[in-house]
């Protein structure tokens, strides 16, 4: 699996973040996250102030400027390997930009991960999630229940008005972005449905490790 760049797609509540972290340490990738790269790249100085003050009042960044940064990430000594394309990208127009800059490099993305799980099980995985604030453990009132002597917080954003929210702006995004990568030949549709282990056992079978 050396050289391969992945997408990596999945609503909120799928179990991508989890996945993620087992994908990158088996196949020795960074995860790049768009996110984070933004946020070195301001640490270290890199963003002009239009681009800062856009960050810090919620606005967008250019997505040109997006791919420069993501290009320069891609040729530090880790990513020599490939990458784990993660929340990026979000739209055709980006998909289209990501290829144009990897070509130029002689590289392409591989493979794009879509993990599939119903909405009414999301919303189900996320509204009864809680955490105990004494030890950060995160329970589920239906699957995982909490010990009787926990001391359970249950975040604000985890209501189901907010989750029908996430999960809909996830398919806005990807309404399109899926389509592309299928066109393209490269897309595997992975069931997320099922513990941890079964769902790896299924991303690695459809990557071929």
Do not use: C
């Amino acid at each position: 699996m050396g050289g391969k760049n992945i997408v990596f797609m999945g609503p909120p509540g799928a179990g991508k973040g989890t996945q993620a972290k087992i994908l990158t340490e088996k196949l020795n990738v960074p995860q790049l996250s768009t996110g984070d790269i933004l946020r070195a790249s301001k640490a270290a100085g890199k963003l002009a102030p239009e681009l800062i003050k856009a960050m810090d009042s919620g606005g967008l960044v250019p997505d040109e400027v997006v791919i420069g940064l993501i290009d320069d990430r891609m040729q530090q000594p880790d990513a020599v390997n490939g990458a784990l394309f993660d929340g990026f990208p979000r739209t055709v127009v980006q998909a289209e930009a990501l290829n144009a800059m990897l070509s130029k490099r002689g590289k392409r993305i591989d493979v794009a991960i879509a993990i599939e799980v119903d909405p009414s099980l999301l919303i189900e995985r996320t509204v009864l999630r809680r955490t105990d604030k004494r030890t950060g453990q995160i329970y589920h009132l239906k699957y995982n229940p909490p010990p009787p002597d926990a001391e359970l917080v249950h975040r604000a954003d985890d209501t189901e008005v907010a989750v029908k929210k996430r999960l809909d702006a996830y398919a806005r995004d990807t309404s399109a972005v899926i389509p592309f990568y299928e066109k393209e030949g490269v897309l595997k549709r992975v069931d997320g449905v099922g513990d941890v282990g079964e769902v790896t056992k299924r991303i690695f079978a459809a990557l071929g490790v």
